[in-house]
């Protein structure tokens, strides 16, 4: 079971960094993703890492702004975010995966069979 953390309320250009955790077994063995939902809209892809950490991958919308890295000693994935903007505000969702090589990055959700619970993150205008 993954679990999600560290949304919030915060002004345009702020920051905000978003941690995902598993129970019962080590993120390390997994390709993890994040993924964000506005109302009314598809899930879209925000940035995902490979099992090794080797490889990122980031939607060309978060580029330069957001940043996707394992903590391999705390088993964490983290989602740092800055130059936070309004049309930021969705659910953030992690998901992962069993990779099929350990450096593959995954960037559809159907790609994933583990989806956390979700996030809030508001970025007012």
């Known amino acids: 079971q993954l679990q999600a953390s560290g949304g919030g309320f915060v002004q345009t250009g702020g920051s905000l960094k978003l941690s995902c955790a598993a129970s019962?077994?080590?993120?390390?063995?997994?390709?993890v993703g994040w993924f964000r939902q506005a109302p009314g809209k598809e899930r879209d892809f925000v940035a995902a890492?490979?099992?090794?950490?080797?490889?990122?991958h980031s939607a060309d919308s978060v580029k330069g702004r957001f940043s996707i890295h394992r903590d391999n000693a705390k088993d964490t994935v983290s989602l740092q975010m800055y130059s936070l903007r309004p049309d930021d505000t969705a659910v953030y969702y992690c998901?992962?995966?069993?990779?099929?090589?350990?450096?593959?990055?995954?960037?559809?959700?159907?790609?994933?069979?583990?989806w956390g619970q979700g996030t809030q993150v508001t970025v007012s205008s």
């Open positions: 998901a992962a995966r069993a990779p099929g090589f350990v450096e593959y990055v995954y960037s559809t959700p159907r790609d994933y069979s583990s």
């Open positions: 019962g077994r080590s993120l390390s063995t997994y390709a």
């Open positions: 890492i490979s099992r090794s950490g080797t490889n990122t």
